[in-house]
């Protein structure tokens, strides 16, 4: 069974630092997605991306955040200038079409110390 | 935005019981799903339901979306079903999603 494929499973990152967490979502999916969950809360959405741009962002998603869909296959999340409170789990998702299932990674958590 | 409200908030189950966690939200929705987050913090696709009822082994879920409520229910609980449930739904108007809150279960032996 296809499934999104995210990349590492952990990081751990000094505060100042900028990460780069990695997806490939599953092939001819057309709808991409990044969500965080800060330790024991709610999952919350970061930024959605279809036709090569950003189609929706929440107020989390500033400008210290940034998505890139390189090549083909990639989808990347790259967080500039770490602070503590980045510190949660990171889910990308991917999406065949607007009206279908949503498939999630596996996640990457983030520590920053 | 949608709000999304999940009830309860906790459940401590004896082995075997059943139960039914709900899904509330506030406006019209294309894309609804269920998922359970393990011990690990995965996020496992139970169920993709925008409407109609669907069951798999001892869950099952229905979701009436003209009513704009969504029902999980899981028969016969093992240990194994402990965790959070999130529900996830995507509003008409765009295709992102927004998870609820969550119900943490918790089965006892």
């Known amino acids: 069974e296809p499934e999104v494929t995210q990349t590492p499973s952990h990081q751990v990152t000094q505060m100042g630092q900028e990460v780069i967490l990695r997806c490939v979502p599953i092939?001819?999916?057309?709808?991409f997605y990044w969500y965080r969950q800060i330790l024991g809360q709610k999952v919350e959405f970061l930024v959605s991306?279809?036709?090569?741009?950003?189609?929706?962002k929440s107020e989390i998603f500033d400008d210290q955040f940034s998505v890139e869909r390189p090549d083909g296959s990639n989808f990347t999340l790259k967080i500039r200038s770490t602070k503590l409170e980045d510190s949660a789990m990171y889910f990308c998702?991917?999406?065949?079409?607007?009206?279908?299932?949503?498939?999630f990674g596996q996640g990457t958590r983030l520590t920053v110390v | 935005g949608i709000q999304v409200e999940q009830s309860p908030p906790d459940l401590i189950l004896q082995e075997g019981a059943n139960s039914t966690l709900r899904c509330n939200f506030s406006?019209?929705?294309?894309?609804l799903q269920w998922f359970h987050q393990n011990p690990w913090g995965q996020l496992i696709n139970l169920f993709y339901?925008?409407?109609g009822t669907k069951q798999n082994g001892r869950l099952s879920a229905t979701t009436v979306a003209t009513e704009r409520y969504s029902l999980l229910y899981i028969s016969s609980s093992q240990t194994t079903d402990s965790g959070v449930y999130f529900c996830a739904v995507g509003p008409y108007n765009n295709n992102d999603m927004r998870f609820g809150a969550g119900t943490r279960l918790t089965v006892k032996p």
């Open positions: 092939s001819n999916h057309l709808y």
């Open positions: 339901i925008p409407s």
């Open positions: 406006d019209s929705v294309n894309n």
């Open positions: 998702a991917s999406k065949g079409q607007a009206n279908t299932e949503a498939f």
């Open positions: 991306f279809y036709n090569n741009e950003i189609s929706e």
